[in-house]
């Protein structure tokens, strides 16, 4: 059974970091591509950063380049997104998601609060 699970949401002030982990069980993160969505109030869920089988290939969307960074520890089985210099308009729902073969799985999501 794949599941995902996302962990290290919270309030943080402009400027400020968190780390976002997924800890993936049922498969192995190595095997998948790995992603982060992010889904604002009232608009749809966008890619936010992606990393290849080979933990090599990293994507980003614009509006995170430079400040994020997507991450991948095989042992832990562990996806994290390193959030630094964060904007208010960084504020979403923040899901981690795996493509294995035919099938997409999702999180259940970790809310980020960016407010002065």
């Known amino acids: 059974q794949v599941q995902l699970v996302e962990s290290g949401g919270g309030l943080v002030q402009p400027g400020g970091s968190l780390r976002l982990s997924c800890v993936a069980s049922g498969f192995t993160v190595s095997a998948a591509t790995m992603s982060w969505y992010s889904q604002a109030p009232g608009k749809g869920r966008e890619l936010v950063a992606r990393?290849?089988?080979?933990?090599?290939?990293?994507n980003y969307a614009d509006s995170v380049k430079g400040r994020f960074t997507i991450s991948r520890d095989n042992v832990k089985n562990t996806v994290y997104l390193q959030m630094n210099s964060l904007k208010p308009e960084d504020t979403a729902v923040y899901y981690c998601?795996?493509?294995?073969?035919?099938?997409?799985?999702w999180g259940q999501g970790t809310q980020v609060t960016v407010s002065s």
């Open positions: 990393i290849s089988p080979s933990g090599i290939g990293k």
């Open positions: 998601n795996s493509r294995i073969s035919w099938s997409d799985y």
